[in-house]
């Protein structure tokens, strides 16, 4: 399992220099969901570096797991999934960034809890580029008509994430990444003055395109897997 893990990661990882050459920043989020707490000893030891949960119940588990062998701080742990608010407390001690804030009021407990925790939290907003019904996320023009009620005393809202939406239409897909890219560059010209540095979008299936668009970050869950 270590092997084809790591087979797979190091394809990854060329492609990525290949896209965007050898001195690049990009993080490889690893999206966890398909695997346990042994799975993610399987992962570190394969080279991931970087976790990505979509429930807090899995991550709390994964994470004491973890603990219990002295292994929790070779990963860094992101969160990818829909978070309630009542559920941030198991998180917000060690969590090293949100990336799927959805909602304003997410922004104002979660600032809450991080300032309670003595902790400033690095987060994403999530960012319904599609329009599609079904998607989480702020709208492109809600967020647009912010301004200082975005920042935080114990946030940092550093990027973007956005998910493609469900289509093998490729240029619909490099749409949408060019979109967050582009909405990230007009947040930074009109409230952020530059401090938007990251773009976490594409995934197993779309990693190559958005990497082409400005991705960052890339969260990869069945192409490290299978
Ligand atoms: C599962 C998941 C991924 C990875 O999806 P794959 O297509 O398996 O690479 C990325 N982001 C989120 C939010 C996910 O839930």
């Known amino acids: 399992m270590v092997d084809k893990i790591k087979k797979n990661y190091e394809e990854i990882l060329n492609d990525i220099k290949e896209i965007c050459g050898e001195n690049n920043n ?4 690893c999206a966890s969901k398909y695997t ?17 949960e979509n429930r807090v119940q899995a ?19 992101h969160y990818i999934g829909t978070l309630q608010k009542n559920k941030i407390k198991y998180i917000i001690d060690y969590i090293d960034l949100i990336q799927s804030v959805h909602e304003y009021s997410l922004l104002e407990e979660l600032n809450k809890k991080a300032l309670q925790n003595n ?34 005393s114990n946030l940092n ?6 998910m493609a939406p469900n289509t093998e239409e490729d240029s619909i897909i490099r749409n949408t990444f060019r979109g967050l890219r582009e909405l990230k560059d007009e947040l930074n010209h009109k409230i952020f003055k530059g401090t938007l540095t990251e773009l976490s979008m594409g995934m ?3 990693y190559k395109i958005a990497l082409e668009e400005g991705a960052t970050i890339i969260r990869i869950g069945s192409k490290l897997f299978n």
């Not at 346990?36 to 990505?52: C, F, K, P, Q």
């Open 26 to 29: 990009i993080k490889v989020v």
């Open 36 to 52: 346990d707490g042994e799975g993610l000893i399987n992962l570190i030891n394969a080279g991931v570096l970087t976790i990505g």
């Open 59 to 77: 991550m709390k588990e994964k994470k004491e797991f973890l603990d219990e062998k002295k292994l929790s701080n070779k990963l860094s742990w």
């Open 119 to 152: 902790r400033v939290i690095n987060v994403l907003l999530e960012v319904n580029i599609s329009g599609e019904e079904s998607k989480h996320g702020f709208k492109k023009e809600d967020l647009l008509s912010f301004s200082g009620q975005l920042f935080f």
């Open 157 to 162: 809202i550093i990027g973007l994430m956005t």
């Open 204 to 206: 197993s299936n779309d």
